[in-house]
């Protein structure tokens, strides 16, 4: 059953997830993106300190705060690099390459920990690798602004956020053995610190009720998607509960089709059928 509770934990964490990118994508068009980000990562942090508090949980221990603390730093720089990566090169490519890297990271990681699953879910892994590229790769033209040779940096920065975020789910797993709401408190602490420090560099600025309400409701909704993920990794193996997370790309792409009539592509949509075999080769 720990297969299934953690595929079924990862797909409710994958919800959420794309549900937190269709609101920040939707809330960009009008505002700053990396401040709808930190909007919502500020009002979610100070609700789950404030939980914390409130439900007098005994604080875990400094190596598991220092764990989720670098977790949520490196996690926040690795989202504005994804940014800039595509601003300035081929998005689909981008976060394909991105998206893969992000899952493969803590596949990697339990691989060395763990051993080799079962050979239906080594074989649910492949087929979600697969979904993720589908899902997230499309063939667009280069952004006109591109300044020449930037492709190949787009490609690099993209490579560093996609590692940085599967770093992430490793450190967040990690760190969740002192306690499921203390990490996500120190992860979402030192993530609103490093976006911050990136708000001050790059002087971001935009009116406030242009990105604060849609950034609040995709900061809740990540901040459950951490939480499902957690209980996800937590529930079985962690490689099945990064990849079946990792999938939350289909539903942002849902979420369009539906409220924004936004037709998905057929690489999509094949994408999409990928990942549901994916899901039910990695529950058995």
């Given at each position: 059953m720990s297969g299934s509770a953690s595929a079924g934990l990862g797909l409710c964490s994958a919800a959420c997830w794309g549900g937190s990118d269709f609101a920040g994508g939707w809330g960009s068009r009008r505002a700053p993106a990396l401040l709808i980000v930190t909007s919502g990562q500020i009002v979610s942090g100070a609700y789950l300190v404030f939980l914390c508090f409130a439900l007098h949980l005994p604080s875990p221990a400094t190596h598991y705060s220092m764990l989720a603390?670098?977790?949520?730093?490196?996690?926040?720089?690795s989202l504005v690099i994804f940014y800039r990566a595509l601003a300035i090169g081929a998005m689909g490519l981008t976060a394909a390459l991105?998206?893969?890297l992000t899952a493969l990271i803590p596949v990697l990681f339990s691989f060395l920990r763990e051993g080799l699953p079962a050979p239906v879910n080594i074989a649910g892994l492949a087929t979600g690798c697969a979904a993720i590229w589908f899902i997230t790769h499309q063939a667009q033209a280069p952004p006109v602004h591109r300044?020449?040779?930037?492709?190949?940096?787009?490609?690099l920065l993209g490579t560093l956020a996609g590692i940085g975020f599967g770093c992430q789910l490793v450190?967040?797993?990690?760190?969740?053995?002192?306690?499921?709401?203390?990490?996500l408190t120190w992860t979402r602490i030192a993530g609103v610190g490093a976006l911050l420090v990136a708000l001050s560099i790059l002087r971001t600025k935009a009116p406030m009720k242009a990105f604060l309400a849609i950034g609040i409701v995709a900061g809740i909704l990540d901040t459950l998607g951490n939480l499902f993920y957690i209980l996800a990794a937590q529930a079985g193996r962690l490689d099945i509960a990064a990849m079946v997370s990792s999938l939350y790309p289909a539903g942002t792409i849902l979420l369009a089709a539906i409220l924004l009539r936004e037709r998905p592509s057929r690489r999509q949509?094949?994408?999409i059928g990928l990942a549901l075999a994916a899901v039910v080769m990695l529950s058995v």
């Amino acid at each position: 059953m720990s297969g299934s509770a953690s595929a079924g934990l990862g797909l409710c964490s994958a919800a959420c997830w794309g549900g937190s990118d269709f609101a920040g994508g939707w809330g960009s068009r009008r505002a700053p993106a990396l401040l709808i980000v930190t909007s919502g990562q500020i009002v979610s942090g100070a609700y789950l300190v404030f939980l914390c508090f409130a439900l007098h949980l005994p604080s875990p221990a400094t190596h598991y705060s220092m764990l989720a603390m670098m977790g949520g730093f490196e996690g926040a720089l690795s989202l504005v690099i994804f940014y800039r990566a595509l601003a300035i090169g081929a998005m689909g490519l981008t976060a394909a390459l991105t998206g893969l890297l992000t899952a493969l990271i803590p596949v990697l990681f339990s691989f060395l920990r763990e051993g080799l699953p079962a050979p239906v879910n080594i074989a649910g892994l492949a087929t979600g690798c697969a979904a993720i590229w589908f899902i997230t790769h499309q063939a667009q033209a280069p952004p006109v602004h591109r300044q020449p040779g930037t492709g190949g940096n787009a490609l690099l920065l993209g490579t560093l956020a996609g590692i940085g975020f599967g770093c992430q789910l490793v450190l967040l797993k990690l760190a969740s053995s002192g306690g499921v709401l203390w990490s996500l408190t120190w992860t979402r602490i030192a993530g609103v610190g490093a976006l911050l420090v990136a708000l001050s560099i790059l002087r971001t600025k935009a009116p406030m009720k242009a990105f604060l309400a849609i950034g609040i409701v995709a900061g809740i909704l990540d901040t459950l998607g951490n939480l499902f993920y957690i209980l996800a990794a937590q529930a079985g193996r962690l490689d099945i509960a990064a990849m079946v997370s990792s999938l939350y790309p289909a539903g942002t792409i849902l979420l369009a089709a539906i409220l924004l009539r936004e037709r998905p592509s057929r690489r999509q949509m094949a994408g999409i059928g990928l990942a549901l075999a994916a899901v039910v080769m990695l529950s058995v």
